[in-house]
Nanobody, 120 residues
Framework: QVQLVESGGGLVQPGGSLRLSCVAS????????MAWYRQAPGKQRELVAA???????NYADSAKDRFTISRDTAKKTVYLQMNSLKPEDTAVYYC??????????????WGQGTPVTVSS
């Protein structure tokens, strides 16, 4: 079994910062990609930032210059540093990863989500 567990969400004032973490665990053979998505109330889930299988990064326009995705490969962990947060960043943030588990095929996995609320 493979699990993704996020942490680090919470309530923050506009202009503040948060750092989200996502740890992958289980019988993992290989991690291809790791990414952060978010879903605001009444809206579709959208990509925020991602590591591609080649190791490069992609950001949504709304995240550029404010958010930074990073990772610790040895710890199977991906981070999202969010600065200059705005009320429109309020959403549930989900970790996503394409992983091949031992004796299995490549699949997409999702975490349970961590809520981020930006409000004064």
């Amino acid at each position: 079994q493979v699990q993704l567990v996020e942490s680090g969400g919470g309530l923050v004032q506009p202009g503040g910062s948060l750092r989200l973490s996502c740890v992958a665990s289980g019988t993992i053979f290989y991690i291809y990609t790791m990414a952060w998505y978010r879903q605001a109330p009444g809206k579709q889930r959208e990509l925020v930032a991602a590591f591609t299988s080649g190791g490069s990064t992609n950001y949504a326009d709304s995240a550029k210059d404010r958010f930074t995705i990073s990772r610790d490969t040895a710890k199977k962990t991906v981070y999202l540093q969010m600065n200059s947060l705005k009320p429109e960043d309020t959403a549930v943030y989900y970790c996503n990863a394409d992983i091949r588990a031992v004796a299995s095929t490549r699949k997409a996995y999702w975490g349970q989500g961590t809520p981020v609320t930006v409000s004064s």
